[in-house]
């Protein structure tokens, strides 16, 4: 894995598979699809709404401005093939002791189970390593199997704090030390 860094400050990670890089503007079907896939239990206000929002052209405006999607949420393009298949990065939930951000990721369901999140999850934990971070943070629902493994595998621990939700299940918040 190397890092670099592009005009503007921006961070781009690479692995032998796959290229993390900013989001551009034209791959905002990708980020309509992620909203489109996401499980019914999650809350409504990270699924499309009964309207349709977001729309396509919503986050389009979203990348332009970095209004929706943090610049630490990089998107995750094969290299071999050049698609964009998700996201994974580090965003400031505020659910954390200040500087400790929370490592995130989805990826879509077409490409789960190949490795892709558990590789983009490694960058991006070599790149938090080498630019001082001491502690990460990540939660998961409970009732997501395939994140909490891969959570596990690049290193985090599951913590004592949990958030309780009757409808959409319970949080679980994970940490790990760099």
Not at 38 to 67: K, Y
Not at 147 to 176: D, M, N, P, Y
Request: net charge negative.
């Amino acid at each position: 894995m190397s890092a670099a860094t592009t005009p503007g400050r921006e961070v781009v990670l690479e692995t032998d598979r796959l290229l993390l890089r900013p989001w551009r503007v034209a791959e905002a079907v990708v980020q309509r699809e992620l909203w489109t896939e996401r499980d019914p239990r999650v809350p409504p206000h990270r699924r499309i709404d009964a309207a349709g929002h977001p729309t396509v052209a919503e986050l389009e405006d979203s990348i332009r401005t970095n209004r929706l999607w943090s610049t630490g949420l990089l998107a995750i393009e094969r290299r071999g093939a050049g698609d964009v298949i998700g996201y994974c990065g580090l965003v400031d939930s505020g659910r954390g002791p200040e500087g400790e951000p929370e490592l995130a990721f989805e990826l879509l369901r077409r490409v789960w189970g190949q490795g892709y999140a558990t590789e983009a999850s490694w960058a991006v934990l070599d790149w938090a390593r080498s630019s001082g971070y001491e502690r990460l943070w990540a939660t998961v629902w409970d009732w997501n199997t395939a994140s909490r493994r891969v959570l596990a595998k690049v290193g985090f621990t599951e913590t004592e704090r949990q958030e309780v939700h009757a409808v959409h299940g319970t949080t679980l918040f994970t940490t790990i030390r760099l």
